[in-house]
């Protein structure tokens, strides 16, 4: 998978992808991550990439040319599944949207700042668009980490167990049940006994139970989908 992420913060984008799990992807070749300048495509004198907003208001918006020069660029160069733009209007992200995301060849996102961009960038070339959750970021670089993070690690080969993603949280629309690692007993808390009685069955049926019953308690939304 090719993920093309278009910011005018590129140091922001950095570190996520620059460690750990999101390191070992892309060393491995699951995935390329290429992040672009948005105002190395700005032509005016100074770089701009925002102006005044039409109809006047406070905060600026990210202008149309340099946004659509790279968008055009790289739609020349491959094809995209998706070009999405991160926004606090946008869907709220799930792992069905993950799961599915994870399935694409090619992958464009862009990163918004001040106002937003431009509507009209919005309406010739974004396909979707994605919140992460019901609050507002200063831009749209630390969502972009986040929604590409979730859909990495669901690429075959990218975590070690391939079986981890699958017992995730939501996969089967049920939050994981509780775990736990050495030491058996931490100032009087000890770990349930089933957990260490070596029978599969049981711990199985445990896990199951421990998982409806933090659902219902937590997110009984997820029991209603
Ligand atoms: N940009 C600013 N806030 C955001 C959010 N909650 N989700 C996605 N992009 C954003």
């Known amino acids: 998978m090719r993920i093309d992420i278009l910011t005018i913060l590129p140091k922001l984008l950095e570190s996520p992808f620059s460690i750990s799990i999101m390191q070992r992807a892309q060393e491995k070749g699951h995935v390329e991550i ?12 100074h770089k701009n990439v925002d102006d005044y907003q039409y109809g006047g208001g406070a905060g600026m918006v990210m202008s149309i040319e340099p946004i659509a020069s790279l968008i055009e660029k790289l739609c020349e160069e491959r094809t995209y599944d998706e070009i999405i733009y991160m926004t606090p209007d946008g869907e709220v992200l799930a792992q069905n949207h993950c799961n599915d995301l994870s399935l ?12 937003g961009v431009d509507e009209r960038i919005r309406e010739k070339y974004i396909t979707r668009e994605i919140s992460i959750g019901s609050y507002v970021l200063s831009g749209g670089e630390l969502a972009a980490a986040v929604l590409v993070d979730a859909i ?4 075959p080969g990218v975590l070690n167990d391939e079986t981890s993603a699958l017992t995730d949280s939501f996969q089967d629309k049920l939050l994981s049940p509780p775990v736990y690692t050495r030491p058996p007993e931490f100032k009087g808390l000890k770990v349930p006994d089933v957990l260490l009685s070596g029978n599969t069955k049981e711990i199985e049926s445990w896990r199951e139970e421990k998982a409806l019953e933090r659902t219902k308690e937590r997110r009984p939304d997820l029991l209603e989908e």
């Open 104 to 115: 694409s060849t090619n992958i464009m996102i862009l990163c918004g700042h001040y106002k």
């Open 34 to 45: 290429c992040i672009h300048n948005i105002r190395d495509y700005a032509t005016n004198k």
């Open 152 to 155: 990495v690690r669901l690429i």
